[in-house]
């Protein structure tokens, strides 16, 4: 087998395994649970992975493939247009069949006819298929993500409290990081976006191309609790002028108060308790983990980008650009111990971890997904993936903004510093948290 054929065949074993992997810990009840239109139960995305390869690859490429079941493209098609019409997306929870071991029996039917048309497709078939093969295996992982803050985010809304992971140590008292230091950049011509250097990217990276950088400087380190608990005591939350419109309205209607999965006694109440009066002390965090005391070294995580833009407003600071933040991991790569690429991928510890001292960028990648001041938008030149797959990403290129860097819930082998994930403004159920920058060096 060529070397490329073998190297997909094994990242394929590995990527579905870990899929696998991750519905490991959950109930047939829990891969059920569908907790709001934007999260899906975790036999759907077991299903619509297997379902992307089976109806992109085994069907367009593979001739003497016979689709399993044919009824299953309607309820697992996510938003693929051009593919035929799809069960509504809100309604995914209320798809109690095919049942879960249906499901895996599907998968593993794909599995083998996968793995047999990578080792035997004709010369022509697999150079035409080999790129949306490596798409399916980076879309799943996309999906493994989500399936894992959307079981968070079902867990949290049970009084029970369910935990998908073990407890986490409670870490011992650590020094302060202090003060946020910063790294000046002069600012000028940088290039951005992924090279044809023959590895993946997403077709919204692309093509690299010169972007215009003013002076300025960018945190070292990620925003953590303790700083944003500061924001709340502050009155951040009741303080209009710090708030874009939009998310000063998304404030009141959702009578926003803190992260998303912070609690405090009294704060679901109907009169609210004085922000001044809240302590580090009393506050507990729902995770991936169980329910555990607030620790404010860890980086905030679970706010949407309105609550990031208020935060730096009030800070006197402001987002990043895309592009300051893809120069900055781009800059610190060259620097060995900065190049933190492959990140940590635990499931002990699906959850951000402590910052650590030190000069230089820090938190770059597989800590939390970091808001930018960046609308989503194409690149100059952007062209889609084509066939099918051109609706993955070109469609979506309005009313989101690009967050960068990855999160503790994204797996290995991901990310990259030209990787941009999009979320609309309100979005807070993904690992999303900020680092600050600012103008003039
Ligand atoms: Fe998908």
Redesign the pocket.
């Known amino acids: 087998l060529d070397p490329h054929r073998q190297h997909l065949l094994k990242t394929f074993s590995a990527v579905r395994a870990l899929s696998r992997a991750l519905a490991e810990p959950l109930s047939a009840e829990d891969q059920q649970l569908q907790s709001m239109p934007d999260a899906s139960p975790t036999k759907w995305h077991l299903a619509?992975?297997t379902w992307?390869f089976e109806t992109l690859v085994l069907g367009a490429h593979d001739r003497g493939y016979r689709v399993y079941d044919d009824r299953f493209g309607a309820l697992f098609n996510?938003?693929y247009e051009s593919l035929g019409p799809r069960h509504p997306r809100p309604q995914r929870g209320l798809l109690s069949r095919p049942t879960l071991a249906e499901v895996g029996q599907w998968r593993r039917h794909v599995d083998s006819a996968m793995q047999a048309f990578i080792a035997g497709a004709s010369e022509a078939a697999w150079s035409a298929a080999a790129g949306t093969i490596e798409l399916g295996l980076h879309?799943e992982q996309?999906?493994q993500e989500l399936l894992l803050t959307d079981i968070k985010h079902a867990f949290s809304l049970n009084a029970l409290e369910p935990s998908y992971g073990p407890a986490l140590p409670n870490e011992a008292a650590a020094k302060p990081l202090g003060a946020p230091s910063w790294i000046g950049v002069e600012g000028g011509i940088a290039k951005v976006g992924h090279g044809d250097d023959g590895s993946f990217a997403f077709d919204n990276e692309r093509p690299r191309h010169p972007v215009l950088l003013a002076p300025h400087r960018i945190a070292t380190h990620l925003v953590d609790n303790a700083a944003f608990l500061e924001f709340i005591r502050d009155g951040g939350y009741r303080r209009p002028a710090l708030w874009l419109s939009d998310g000063w309205a998304a404030v009141q209607a959702h009578g926003w108060q803190a992260p998303a999965y912070w609690r405090w006694d009294g704060i679901h109440g109907d009169t609210p308790r004085d922000a001044r009066a809240i302590d580090a002390a009393e506050i507990t965090v729902f995770t991936l983990h169980g329910r555990r005391p607030l620790d404010v070294h860890e980086p905030v995580c679970h706010v949407s980008l309105y609550e990031a833009a208020a935060f730096a407003e009030w800070a006197g600071a402001r987002l990043p650009t895309e592009f300051e933040w893809e120069a900055a991991a781009a800059a610190a790569a060259q620097t060995a111990a900065n190049a933190s690429i492959p990140h940590r991928f635990d499931l002990q510890h699906l959850h951000p971890a402590r910052g650590l001292p030190g000069r230089g960028m820090q938190q770059l990648f597989g800590e939390v997904w970091q808001w930018t001041g960046s609308a989503y938008a194409p690149y100059p030149g952007f062209r889609p993936f084509t066939g099918p797959a051109s609706e993955y990403n070109g469609k979506f290129m309005m009313n989101q903004t690009v967050l960068r860097g990855g999160s503790c819930a994204t797996p290995p082998g991901h990310l990259r510093s030209t990787y941009r994930n999009f979320f609309p403004a309100s979005a807070r159920w993904q690992f999303s948290g900020l680092r600050l920058a600012r103008d003039g060096i």
Do not use: E, K, L, V
């Open positions: 619509h992975t992307f996510s938003y879309h996309q999906h």
